[in-house]
C-alpha cells in the first residue's frame, strides 16, 4: 500500500480527487492525520465498513473541518505528540469557500500548525452540480441554469488565495491534477512551516463538467495552459514560484471540451463571457509572470 | 457486521469491493513499448496499475506496468499520459457484438 489510499473506493471512472489525495498522502508518507468535510471525498472513500484509507481519518460535519483540526492539533501539543504526524485537512470547494469559512477563517487566525488542502472542483459536485463560491462564470449548473436571459453563473471565483494570504498564512500555493510531481513538492514544501497553510488543487469532475473520462488530466492541463489557473506559491507572502508558459492557449480551447460551457458558443450573451474569462486569463498572466 | 462505538471502520476495508466490473474497457500494456517510467500510477485514480521488476539485464532492473484487473474502472488516464503510447483501452470480451 504505497499510497496510503487503497482501491476499491467508489469515484467515478476518471476522478481527478484520487490522483491529488494519493500524492499528497505519498509525499507525506503517510505520517497525518486526516480531516474530512463532507463532499464526494467522504462519499467514495468512507463508507461504513468500506474506509479506502490508510491513515487516521475522521469525518465530521460539513462546516468544521478546520475546527476539528484545530482540535486534533491541540491536543497532540498538550499531549506531547506532535511528532507522530501533520493534521491535514482535505476539503471540498463548497466547504472551503461557502460552509466552512467561518471556521477556516478562525483556523488560520489562530495559526494552528495544519495543512488545509481544497480540492477545487469547481462546485458542489456530490449532489450534483450546484454552484459554489469557487465555480467560475459562465458555468451551467443546475442552480444557475442557462436560459434566455441567463448564461450561467454570474459573478466571480472567488480568490482563496488572496483569501489566505490576508489571514497571514504562511504558505500558500495552488496546484493542479495534471502536475503530480508538484504536487508532492508542494506538500513536502508546505509542513516544513510552521502554522496555517493552504494548498488549493485543481480537480476536473468527470460528471459535472461533462469531458470523458480519460480527459481528467488533459482539461486540468488546459485549464493551467490558458493561464485561468495559475500556480502560484507563495512563501511568507511573497510570491516565490509559479509555473512559466510556453505558449498561452485561447481560454476557448479549455471551454469548447466542456459541456458545463458549450452554451457560451451559441448563447447571445456567450461571448460577451468569453471575453471575459479571456481577460481574467490575461490579467492572471500579467499579475503573476506567467509567460516565458 | 457489527458496528463498533462511533463506528469505526478498519483501514483499506474498500478493498472488499472489487470495482474491476465498472467499464467496458480495460487497459493493455505493451510490453516492448513500456520503459516502466511510473507515469502511470503515479496519475491512476484506482491505484491498480503497478510499475514492478520483471526481469534483470546487465545488473539494470527492468521495470513493467502491471494492471490489476480486479480493480481496474477502465476510465482510460493511463492510456492517455503514458508517454510511450504504450498502453491501450480495449473492449471487454462481453461487451463485443458478434
Known sequence: ?292 | MKITLGAVSKPYTSLKMKTGDWGTHWPKVDEELCTGCGTCEMFCPDMCIEVVKVGEENGKEIKKAKVNYDYCKGCGICAEVCPTKAIKMELKDIYKVI
Open chain 1, 1 to 292: 500500500m504505497k499510497f496510503f489510499f487503497s482501491s476499491g473506493h467508489g469515484a467515478c471512472p476518471g476522478c481527478a480527487l484520487p490522483i491529488a489525495v494519493k500524492n499528497v498522502l505519498y509525499a507525506l508518507e503517510g505520517k497525518c492525520f486526516v480531516v474530512n468535510p463532507t463532499g464526494c471525498l467522504e462519499i467514495i472513500s468512507s463508507q461504513y465498513d468500506r474506509s479506502a484509507w490508510g491513515v487516521p481519518y475522521i469525518h465530521s460535519v460539513f462546516e468544521n473541518a478546520a475546527a476539528v483540526a484545530a482540535g486534533i492539533e491541540a491536543a497532540l501539543k498538550a499531549l506531547g505528540r506532535k511528532d507522530e504526524g501533520h493534521v491535514v485537512v482535505f476539503a471540498g470547494d463548497g466547504a472551503t469557500a461557502d460552509i466552512g469559512i467561518g471556521c477556516l477563517s478562525g483556523m488560520f487566525d489562530r495559526d494552528h500548525d495544519v495543512l488545509y488542502i481544497c480540492l477545487d472542483n469547481e462546485a458542489y459536485q456530490n449532489t450534483g452540480n450546484q454552484q459554489s463560491g469557487l465555480t467560475p462564470p459562465g458555468s451551467n449548473t443546475t442552480t444557475t441554469p442557462v436560459g434566455k436571459l441567463l448564461p450561467g453563473k454570474v459573478g466571480k471565483k472567488k480568490d482563496m488565495v488572496a483569501f489566505a494570504l490576508a489571514h497571514g498564512v504562511k504558505y500558500v500555493a495552488t496546484a493542479s491534477v495534471a502536475y503530480p510531481m508538484d504536487i508532492r513538492r508542494k506538500a513536502k514544501r508546505a509542513v516544513e512551516f510552521e502554522g496555517a497553510k493552504y494548498i488549493q488543487i485543481h480537480c476536473p469532475c468527470v460528471t459535472g463538467w461533462g469531458i470523458n473520462s480519460n480527459e481528467t488530466v488533459k482539461v486540468a492541463k488546459l485549464a493551467v495552459e490558458t493561464a485561468l489557473y495559475p500556480l502560484v506559491e507563495y512563501e511568507n507572502g511573497e510570491l516565490v514560484r509559479v509555473r512559466k508558459i510556453k505558449q498561452r492557449k485561447p481560454v476557448e480551447e479549455y471551454l469548447k471540451v466542456q459541456r458545463r460551457f458549450r452554451h457560451l458558443f451559441k448563447h447571445p450573451k456567450g461571448k460577451e463571457i468569453i471575453e471575459m474569462l479571456q481577460k481574467i486569463a490575461d490579467e492572471n498572466a500579467k499579475r503573476f509572470g506567467l509567460d516565458e
